[in-house]
C-alpha cells in the first residue's frame, strides 16, 4: 500500500540553524499539508500546499518557515534559523482529492532537537 | 472559538473489554469528523471520518458515532486488543475550508493483558 514517507526519522540541530524536512507524499496525490506536534500537545496544523503554492497557513507558520516541491516528488518544510520552541514532531500529509471526506495520509514523522 | 475536547485524557482497560471515547466540539461552520489512532512516534491514522448528516460509521471493532445538534462524537472500540493501546484524536474541520482542521489533545488508551 502506498504511504507517505519522511526523511530524516530524527534531528538535533543548534539554536540559529537553518534545517530542511523531507516528505515525499503518495505519488498520485495533489493536496501537501505539514503538521507539528510538540511533546505532549495536540497536533497543530501549519500549512497547507497545492498548484505549487500555499492555499493556506496557521499563524504558527511566520517568516521563519517555508515549503517548496522541488520536483515531482519532493515536498520539504525550511525552518529558516530554529528557535528552542520549534523542537516538535512534524508530520507531512497528503491527499488527492480535495472533497469532503477524502482522507489525509500522514507520514511517519520527523521529531526535530533544536539545542 | 472553535474547539475539541476529548474526554478522558487517559483511559486503562483489560484485554477484550469495551470502551467508549468521548469529543466535545464547538468548530463551526461544521464540515467533518475524524477519528485517528496515533501510535506513539507515528503519524495519526485515519478511522473513521463522518459528514454532517452521518450518525453512525464502523470500521471493524470500532464505531463512531455523530451528534450533530449537540456537536458531540464519541467513539466506540469493541472486543479491545492489546494493538488498540494508543491515543486516539478527534479532529473537526471546518466547511469554510479543507485546510482547517482542529485537533483534540486526544485520548491515551492502554489495553492491559
Redesign the interface.
Known amino acids: 500500500e502506498p504511504e507517505v514517507t519522511q526523511t530524516p526519522s530524527h534531528q538535533v540541530t543548534q539554536m540559529g540553524q537553518e534545517v530542511i524536512l523531507r516528505c515525499v507524499p503518495i505519488s498520485n496525490h495533489l493536496y501537501f499539508y505539514w503538521y507539528r506536534q510538540i511533546l505532549g500537545q495536540k497536533v497543530e496544523f501549519l500549512v497547507s500546499f497545492y498548484n505549487n503554492e500555499i492555499s493556506e497557513k496557521s499563524e504558527i507558520f511566520d517568516d521563519q518557515f517555508s515549503v517548496e516541491r522541488p520536483d515531482g516528488s519532493n515536498f520539504t518544510l525550511k525552518i529558516r534559523s530554529t528557535k528552542l520552541e520549534d523542537s516538535a514532531m512534524y508530520f507531512c500529509a497528503s491527499r488527492d482529492r480535495d472533497t469532503l471526506g477524502e482522507t489525509q495520509y500522514f507520514g511517519p514523522g520527523t521529531r526535530l532537537l533544536v539545542l | 472559538k472553535n474547539q475539541v475536547e476529548q474526554s478522558p485524557q487517559s483511559l486503562i482497560i483489560l484485554e477484550g473489554k469495551n470502551c467508549t471515547l468521548q469529543c466535545n466540539y464547538t468548530v463551526s461552520p461544521f ?2 469528523l ?1 477519528w485517528y489512532k496515533q501510535d506513539t ?6 478511522l473513521t ?1 463522518m ?1 454532517f448528516s452521518e450518525n453512525t460509521k464502523s470500521n471493524g471493532r470500532y464505531t463512531a458515532t455523530l451528534d450533530a445538534d449537540t456537536k458531540q462524537s464519541s467513539l466506540h472500540i469493541t472486543a479491545s486488543q492489546l494493538s488498540d493501546s494508543a491515543s486516539y ?1 478527534c479532529v473537526v474541520t471546518r466547511y469554510s ?10 485520548t491515551r488508551l492502554s489495553i492491559r493483558p
Open positions: 464540515s467533518n475524524r512516534g507515528r503519524g495519526p491514522v485515519s471520518i459528514t484524536i475550508s479543507a485546510s482547517k482542521i482542529i485537533f483534540g489533545s486526544g
